[in-house]
């Protein structure tokens, strides 16, 4: 069926940038990138799964429009977002003699954006980036508002920059390709957004999740537009996460222990963070009065999405050394995203050691500790973790 194509704009003065939503849109990119970078060369970074399934077509667009291009393939996986891959690629475009101006695009789910962001921000202080996001986690998430990392053994995405994209180009049919799994995954983030900010979307998940999960297009682009709508606007608002931007991280303090204590790739990031809004939410109901019922709401929507409920095994110990790790927190002390009520958020700082401790133990019973954690096996027993 053809949609039209659909543009959102991301508002930061002069770093102001498109997002572009639409079905085969990939075949612009040349043009695009004419138009708005007048660029005549571009470096494309991939990784071996997406590769075989739409570089090609990338680079022939490119050529069309005078562009020429070379590609860096990586590893596929989240243990490869690492600094040896990206070390990797930085040599990569000096040795191909990539110039200031020239565009880097990243055509691929989160880690191929957060890592070539992060090679975008770092190489000659800073070159031009073009997402091209092919998961529904990327395109709802992580392609958009500038946040680039790698992630470091002590600690997901714990080494970054903020650089935000010259240009969102989404194209809603590769999202075909996309493993069951991983789409699944993708829809944590959508549903986030509805319960941080914006209760009619929240409702309108609840009543098409069917159409979502059989991928009708007209749903796909709807919860595109309305998940970058969100987020366009709370980046516009707090670009550098001062204030209302952590919002965006409802569920991902606990996600992010989830991920890491069990060795990152094991549970994918939007299983974790699934995992870990269903443990904000109780938290939200001794904390902030969310009600049982809202809460049960925000746990019935993801478990009808498919997304895994059970939280891992992990000892209390685990998650507060590893929680401590948090950007969220300030001065040693932890800070939450919780709900006041679906679609309402609030930043938290006033939450006891002892009301996380009991919310942990009540929902598993370690197995994974801190002999057998892999993020904290270089960790003597008694070292404190410090920011
Ligand atoms: P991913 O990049 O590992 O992609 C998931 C898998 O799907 C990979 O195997 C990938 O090769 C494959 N894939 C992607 N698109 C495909 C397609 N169209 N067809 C077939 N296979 C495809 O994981 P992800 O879920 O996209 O992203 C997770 C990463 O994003 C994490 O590292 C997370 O920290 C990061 N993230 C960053 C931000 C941010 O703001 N920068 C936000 C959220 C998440
Ligand atoms: N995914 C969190 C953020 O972009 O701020």
């Not at 073009?130 to 998430?141: F, G, H, K, M, R």
């Not at 939280?311 to 300030?330: G, N, Q």
Request: charged residues 25%.
């Amino acid at each position: 069926m053809s949609i039209e194509n659909k543009t959102l704009h991301v508002a930061l003065g002069e770093r102001s940038y498109p997002i572009i939503i639409g079905r085969g849109c990939l075949d612009r990119i040349g043009l695009l990138l004419q138009d708005k970078l007048k660029a005549s060369r571009a470096r494309v970074v991939t990784n071996e799964t997406l590769a075989p399934l739409y570089l090609a077509r990338v680079q022939k667009a490119l050529e069309s429009a005078s562009i020429a291009s070379e590609a860096f393939i990586l590893p596929d996986g989240e243990p490869y977002k690492n600094w040896d891959q990206l070390s990797h690629i930085l040599t990569w475009l000096l040795e191909t003699g990539a110039e200031r101006n020239t565009p880097l695009l990243a055509l691929g789910g989160g880690v191929v954006g957060d890592m070539a962001g992060l090679a975008s921000a770092l190489y000659q202080r800073g070159m031009p980036l073009v997402q091209l996001p092919t998961s529904l986690l990327a395109q709802v998430d992580s392609s958009v508002g500038g946040k680039t990392a790698v992630n470091h053994p002590l600690g997901k995405n714990m080494i970054g920059a903020f650089h935000q994209p010259s240009m969102v180009l989404i194209d809603i049919d590769t999202l075909k390709t996309l493993p069951e799994r991983e789409f699944i995954s993708g829809l944590a983030e959508v549903i986030k957004y509805g319960a941080i900010e914006d209760i009619c979307f929240f409702e309108w998940l609840e009543q098409n999740h069917q159409r979502i999960l059989s991928r009708e297009t007209e749903a796909l682009q709807h919860i595109i537009f309305e998940s970058c709508r969100i987020k366009a606007k709370i980046v516009g608002e707090d670009e550098r996460e001062t204030g209302i931007r952590a919002w965006l991280n409802f569920g991902h303090t606990f996600g992010h222990v989830i991920e890491t204590a069990q060795g990152y790739g094991v549970w994918l990031h939007g299983e974790a963070v699934a995992m870990g809004m269903g443990l904000a939410s109780r938290l939200s109901v001794k904390e902030r009065g969310l009600s049982e019922e809202e809460s049960a709401r925000l746990l019935a929507l993801m478990q009808a999405c498919g997304l895994p409920m059970d939280i891992p095994k992990i000892e209390a110990d685990v998650w507060m050394r590893l929680m401590r790790h948090d950007k969220k927190t300030r001065d040693g002390q932890l800070r939450f995203v919780l709900l006041e009520r679906l679609g309402k958020a609030v930043i938290c700082s006033g939450v006891t050691d002892d009301a996380v401790t009991s919310l942990i133990k009540k929902s598993g019973k370690g197995s994974i500790d801190s002999a057998t954690s892999p993020a904290l096996a270089g960790f003597a027993q008694n070292d404190e973790v410090r920011d």
